[in-house]
T-cell receptor
Framework: DAGITQSPRHKVTETGTPVTLRCHQT?????MYWYRQDPGHGLRLIHY???????DKGEVSDGYSVSRSKTEDFLLTLESATSSQTSVYFC???????????FGQGTRLTVV | GENVEQHPSTLSVQEGDSAVIKCTYS??????FPWYKQELGKRPQLIID?????GEKKDQRIAVTLNKTAKHFSLHITETQPEDSAVYFC?????????????FGKGTLLTVNP
C-alpha cells in the first residue's frame, strides 16, 4: 500500500465545533485530495492540492477549508461542523495527470 | 466541470456470468479513465485504467473499452467470482496543465451469487 495515513480514523463531534482531519503521505506525491463518501452519492471531491500552498475547490467545498504547508500533510477543517457533514472522508494522493490515485483508509466522522 | 454518470447502480449476476458497467462523461477534455473497486469497509483501489489514445485494455478477466466520440467507457468482468462482489466506481480526469481533478461516478454495487 502507498504510504498514506489518515487521522483520526473515527471521530464523533458536536454540532458547531471545529474539526480537523489530517492526511499524511510518505510518497512525495504532488497531488492530494479530500473526498467524502455518502450512500447514493459516490465519492465527491471537496478540495484538492497540486503543491505546497496550492489548493483549489472541488464540487462540495462549502463549509470546508484546507491547508497544505508541507508536501506530506494535507489538512481538512470543518470550521463549524453540521450534521450534514456526517460522512466517511477519504484522502487520496497521486503523482499527477493520468496516474493512479491512492486512497487512505478513511475517516468516519459523525456530527451529533 | 466534469460530470460522470454511471449505470447501473446495482447489478446482480450468477457466478461465472459476465458483468458490464457503463459510464458516460461530459468534458471532452477528459483523457484518463480509471476504475476503482471498493470492498465493504475498505478503501477504493484501482483495478484498471485507460487513456484516450487506447480504445480497449484487458487484464485477465477485466477489460475496459473507451469510445471518445460518444464519451462513454465500460468495464467488463468475465467469469465472475464471489470475490468480485464490491462497489465499482468509474472516474474521469482531464489533463489540464497543473490542475488535476478526478471526478467519480456514483458507483455500482455488484453482487455475484454463488
Amino acid at each position: 500500500d502507498a504510504g498514506i495515513t489518515q487521522s483520526p480514523r473515527h471521530k464523533v463531534t458536536e454540532t458547531g465545533t471545529p474539526v480537523t482531519l489530517r492526511c499524511h503521505q510518505t510518497e512525495n506525491h504532488r497531488y492530494m485530495y479530500w473526498y467524502r463518501q455518502d450512500p447514493g452519492h459516490g465519492l465527491r471531491l471537496i478540495h484538492y492540492s497540486y503543491g505546497v500552498k496550492d489548493t483549489d475547490k472541488g464540487e462540495v467545498s462549502d463549509g470546508y477549508s484546507v491547508s497544505r504547508s508541507k508536501t506530506e500533510d494535507f489538512l481538512l477543517t470543518l470550521e463549524s461542523a453540521t450534521s450534514s457533514q456526517t460522512s466517511v472522508y477519504f484522502c487520496a494522493i497521486s503523482l499527477g495527470s493520468n496516474t493512479e490515485a491512492f486512497f487512505g483508509q478513511g475517516t468516519r466522522l459523525t456530527v451529533v | 466541470g466534469e460530470n460522470v454518470e454511471q449505470h447501473p447502480s446495482t447489478l446482480s449476476v450468477q457466478e461465472g456470468d459476465s458483468a458490464v458497467i457503463k459510464c458516460t462523461y461530459s468534458d471532452s477534455a477528459s483523457n484518463y479513465f480509471p476504475w476503482y473497486k471498493q470492498e465493504l469497509g475498505k478503501r477504493p483501489q484501482l483495478i484498471i485504467d485507460i487513456r484516450s489514445n487506447v480504445g480497449e485494455k484487458k487484464d485477465q478477466r477485466i477489460a475496459v473499452t473507451l469510445n471518445k466520440t460518444a464519451k462513454h467507457f465500460s468495464l467488463h468482468i468475465t467469469e465472475t467470482q464471489p470475490e468480485d462482489s464490491a462497489v465499482y466506481f468509474c472516474a474521469a480526469s482531464p489533463n489540464g496543465g497543473s490542475n488535476y481533478k478526478l471526478t467519480f461516478g456514483k458507483g455500482t454495487l455488484l453482487t455475484v451469487n454463488p
